[in-house]
């Protein structure tokens, strides 16, 4: 399986953690290592998930459902990938036990988005925020703070 967990420096004494693991979905290996280094700058999860495929996400998730310990409390997920996009992905997450869903928060993350999309997107019960990419600290600092929806 293609996922893979990275432990970040927590620094107890910057930020205060919100998060204690984050899950990166993207098929983009440059927009996933800006992701963990941006993220690893602030302090703001102790690890972090990631995978290049939807599709190893949702397997990954429901693999973990009887470890409630182990599923992230959020998932950065990019609309646009093969195989399986962000629309599938959100599908198919909706069907997830509740022990999955309920605990985790998704923030969606895209270069651009149209407003078809973002009405789309707000459809989605289990999305909460929206990053551009690149994702900014300040950006993603608000997000984990504030919870504004659709910030970008």
């Not at 992230?72 to 022990?99: C, Q, R, T, W, Y």
Request: with cysteine; charged share 25%; proline share 4%.
């Amino acid at each position: 399986m293609v996922v893979s967990l990275e432990s970040l420096n927590y620094k107890s004494n910057s930020i205060p953690k919100l998060y204690n693991t984050a899950m990166i979905v993207d098929d983009n290996e440059i927009d996933r290592l800006v992701f963990k280094k941006t993220a690893q700058q602030l302090g703001l999860f102790k690890k972090i998930l990631e995978t290049d495929s939807a599709d190893h996400a949702i397997a990954w998730l429901s693999e973990y459902e009887n470890h409630p310990t182990e599923i992230p409390d959020i998932i950065f997920l990019d609309l646009s990938m093969p195989v399986m996009n962000g629309f599938e992905f959100l599908d198919a997450f909706e069907k997830l036990p509740n022990s999955i869903s309920r605990k985790c928060t998704i923030a969606i993350t895209s270069c651009l988005i149209s407003e078809e999309d973002k009405e789309k997107i707000s459809e989605y019960k289990c999305v909460s925020h929206y990053l551009s990419k690149p994702v900014e600290k300040e950006n993603l600092f608000n997000l984990t703070t504030s919870g504004l929806k659709f910030q970008s």
